[in-house]
């Protein structure tokens, strides 16, 4: 993506999913992390539904909050779901928050970034 693309095609990114998170931000973020890439939404990885898969850097990116997940079990569970994705399959989870992507969402543009950046690198991507 280059400086001036806006992401405005009909197919949705993974940051798109966040709850109370306006487009204009989401925008910002996409464009800022220029990860507006062949992500799969919704996707089923090892028999448990997440909110977006990058097959080319094999990245899996939830989105959540404390409002979607306020208790101890959901806390818990999110991480026994992590792990037993990465046993089954080595594919590893990043988890972005609401509040990261509403209060940090420069830095969390240029971390996500930079992860699947790295990750493509790896598995032997042209950037």
Request: positive net charge.
């Amino acid at each position: 993506m280059q400086e001036t693309d806006r992401v405005t095609s009909p197919a949705r990114t993974v940051l798109d999913i966040a709850p109370a998170v306006t487009n204009d931000q989401l925008v910002k973020l996409v464009n800022e992390a220029r990860i507006a890439r062949h992500v799969r939404l919704n996707h089923d990885i090892a028999g448990f539904e997440v909110d977006g898969y990058f097959p080319i850097e094999r990245l899996i990116v939830q989105v959540d909050g404390w409002d979607i997940h306020c208790t101890r079990k959901a806390f818990e569970e999110d991480r026994l779901k992590d792990a037993i994705i990465l046993e089954r399959t080595q594919i590893p989870t990043v988890r972005i928050t609401k509040r990261r992507l509403t209060d940090l969402a420069t830095a969390e543009a240029a971390r996500l970034r930079k992860i699947l950046d790295t990750r493509r690198q790896l598995f032997g991507q042209a950037a």
